[in-house]
């Protein structure tokens, strides 16, 4: 199983997703439309239908939707469809009735898919793997985005500020990780913005979530199971990681409907481990991780393999999403912890003048001049 997310690129397509969710950057929608033959809608179908039922994470669901899938390309569903865009819609919105899963899906690309058989190919159930050459740029465009941290400030009042646009779980992005926090080392609150964050790689969850506890402190976080070899991984947080932690800290997460994937992990092991507040909207819904399947040139689908099981719930968030604790608009989920972070901490302040200074801070985020 690949262990570092591929967020930010389009050769993301090309690559098995990390546990924690299927986050990638699918191909623009304005590409040029492909036309389609009797025979290739056959063997997509049949290729799409005899991965779902090896490989889905739940096999009667699989076995059900590939049984469906046959069913309707045997009743001339898909006979009348002659463009590949099209073609692919309809795979999906027949996926999404079947199996209520919004990771299950297949993606159209006029760029040709590498096949399993070329070299430096890798993953699982016949995905091609990138070539060196797009790796580094995949790599590279990590950087120019980098590696998710799209912000780090000190909001008035002394709270500690980070907005994150994806996961990532290489090496370069746990050293920004690590300066963030060093940078929010002597804030009295902290806010995670997760509101235009679509997943990415558990390890960087857990390396955060390891600041927000003791050098003491080993915390389950989650798990995924993966039907091949029937096997469970666990993640935990880390005894080890360097820089300042934030064990008293109050923790506020950020959330809205584009809110997906790992980002929703993050947000859902706050809650149930009772770290943290969420403050938002119901986030998107999608917890199973898996990889992506070569169908032809031009057609791949992902598949579930996995499914994510919170040690505290037994379950996740697949179809349903993170319900915060604080419901409100996206747009207003900001302005919301930060007040209540502050007032908070005007409830235990009892310096004078530290209070009076709190105090102007919480009037200058209620009324914004």
């Given at each position: 199983?690949?262990?570092?997310?591929?967020?930010?690129?389009?050769?993301?397509?090309?690559?098995?997703?990390a546990p924690a969710?299927?986050?990638?950057?699918?191909?623009?929608?304005?590409?040029?439309?492909?036309?389609?033959?009797?025979?290739?809608?056959?063997?997509?179908?049949?290729?799409?239908?005899?991965?779902?039922?090896?490989?889905?994470?739940?096999?009667?669901?699989?076995?059900?939707?590939?049984?469906?899938?046959?069913?309707?390309?045997?009743?001339?569903?898909?006979?009348?469809?002659?463009?590949?865009?099209?073609?692919?819609?309809?795979?999906?919105?027949?996926?999404?009735?079947?199996?209520?899963?919004?990771?299950?899906?297949?993606?159209?690309?006029?760029?040709?898919?590498p096949a399993p058989?070329?070299?430096?190919?890798?993953?699982?159930?016949?995905?091609?793997?990138?070539?060196?050459?797009?790796?580094?740029?995949?790599?590279?465009?990590?950087?120019?985005?980098?590696?998710?941290?799209?912000?780090?400030?000190?909001?008035?009042?002394?709270?500690?500020?980070?907005?994150?646009?994806?996961?990532?779980?290489?090496?370069?992005?746990?050293?920004?990780?690590?300066?963030?926090?060093?940078?929010?080392?002597?804030?009295?609150?902290?806010?995670?913005?997760?509101?235009?964050?679509?997943?990415?790689?558990?390890?960087?969850?857990?390396?955060?979530?390891?600041?927000?506890?003791?050098?003491?402190?080993?915390?389950?976080?989650?798990?995924?199971?993966?039907?091949?070899?029937?096997?469970?991984?666990?993640?935990?947080?880390?005894?080890?990681?360097?820089?300042?932690?934030?064990?008293?800290?109050?923790?506020?997460?950020?959330?809205?409907?584009?809110?997906?994937?790992?980002?929703?992990?993050?947000?859902?092991?706050?809650?149930?481990?009772?770290?943290?507040?969420?403050?938002?909207?119901?986030?998107?819904?999608?917890?199973?991780?898996?990889?992506?399947?070569?169908?032809?040139?031009?057609?791949?689908?992902?598949?579930?393999?996995?499914?994510?099981?919170?040690?505290?719930?037994?379950?996740?968030?697949?179809g349903v999403g993170?319900?915060?604790?604080?419901?409100?608009?996206?747009?207003?989920?900001?302005?919301?912890?930060?007040?209540?972070?502050?007032?908070?901490?005007?409830?235990?302040?009892?310096?004078?003048?530290?209070?009076?200074?709190?105090?102007?801070?919480?009037?200058?985020?209620?009324?914004?001049?």
């Amino acid at each position: 199983m690949k262990r570092a997310f591929p967020v930010f690129a389009l050769v993301a397509l090309w690559m098995a997703a990390a546990p924690a969710g299927a986050q990638f950057s699918a191909p623009a929608p304005d590409q040029p439309d492909l036309a389609l033959d009797a025979a290739t809608r056959a063997a997509v179908v049949e290729r799409l239908a005899s991965q779902v039922d090896s490989a889905y994470v739940f096999p009667d669901v699989g076995r059900k939707v590939a049984r469906a899938l046959r069913e309707r390309l045997k009743k001339g569903r898909y006979d009348r469809i002659a463009q590949a865009k099209e073609f692919s819609d309809t795979l999906n919105a027949d996926l999404r009735a079947l199996a209520h899963d919004l990771h299950l899906r297949v993606h159209y690309s006029h760029r040709p898919f590498p096949a399993p058989d070329a070299p430096g190919a890798a993953g699982i159930s016949g995905v091609a793997g990138p070539s060196p050459a797009e790796r580094e740029r995949e790599a590279a465009q990590a950087r120019r985005f980098n590696h998710g941290f799209e912000k780090v400030e000190r909001l008035p009042g002394n709270i500690g500020y980070i907005e994150l646009r994806g996961f990532d779980g290489s090496p370069a992005a746990g050293v920004v990780a690590q300066a963030a926090m060093q940078f929010l080392a002597n804030t009295d609150a902290v806010i995670f913005d997760l509101r235009r964050n679509g997943g990415g790689d558990p390890n960087m969850i857990a390396l955060l979530l390891s600041y927000l506890y003791s050098s003491e402190e080993r915390v389950h976080i989650n798990d995924f199971y993966q039907r091949a070899g029937d096997r469970t991984e666990e993640y935990w947080t880390s005894t080890t990681v360097p820089g300042p932690r934030f064990p008293t800290h109050d923790v506020y997460v950020l959330t809205s409907r584009r809110t997906g994937s790992a980002a929703e992990e993050f947000a859902y092991d706050v809650k149930h481990l009772k770290r943290g507040t969420v403050v938002g909207e119901v986030t998107a819904g999608g917890a199973n991780p898996g990889g992506l399947v070569y169908l032809n040139a031009n057609f791949a689908a992902f598949i579930a393999t996995g499914r994510a099981i919170n040690p505290v719930t037994k379950t996740n968030w697949e179809g349903v999403g993170v319900e915060p604790d604080v419901k409100v608009p996206a747009e207003d989920a900001l302005r919301t912890a930060h007040v209540d972070a502050l007032t908070k901490l005007i409830a235990r302040t009892e310096d004078a003048e530290l209070k009076a200074a709190r105090e102007r801070a919480l009037a200058q985020v209620k009324n914004p001049t």
